[in-house]
């Protein structure tokens, strides 16, 4: 059984950081590109981070460009997510996925992507 178990969201302030996790199991996760997406209320799902398995690609958001930065432990299994000076637009919840990798782009679309996490909460307040 494939699970993403995202933690580390939170209320912050504006300015503040916070790293968000993302452990694996259930697939073997250095053939996986790895996806961070947010979902802010009466929006629609975007990505805001995607890594290849090797971390040699990556994608962002042009609005957290600078902001964020996506990584990856292929030994922990685990994708992460730090973000810096942090907005109140990018409050959403924040969810992690996984997909195939078959091509060479990482792909932003959510409904390219199979495995998804239960997401996790970040409120940033001005």
């Known amino acids: 059984q494939v699970q993403l178990v995202e933690s580390g969201g939170g209320f912050v302030q504006a300015g503040d950081s916070l790293r968000l996790s993302c452990t694996v199991s259930?697939?073997?996760?250095?053939?996986?590109?790895m996806g961070w997406f947010r979902q802010a209320p009466g929006k629609g799902r975007e990505i805001v981070a995607g890594?290849?398995?090797?971390?040699?690609?990556?994608l962002y958001l042009d609005s957290v460009k600078g902001r964020f930065t996506i990584s990856r432990d292929n030994a922990k299994n685990t994708v992460y997510l730090q973000m810096s000076s942090l907005k109140p637009e990018d409050t959403a919840v924040y969810y992690c996925?996984?997909?195939?990798?078959?091509?060479?782009?990482?792909?932003?679309?959510?409904?390219?992507?199979?495995?998804w996490g239960q997401g996790t909460q970040v409120t940033v307040s001005s």
């Open positions: 890594i290849n398995p090797s971390s040699t690609r990556t």
């Open positions: 996925a996984a997909d195939l990798w078959v091509s060479d782009i990482v792909k932003s679309a959510a409904n390219d992507y199979e495995y």
């Open positions: 259930g697939l073997t996760f250095g053939a996986y590109v």
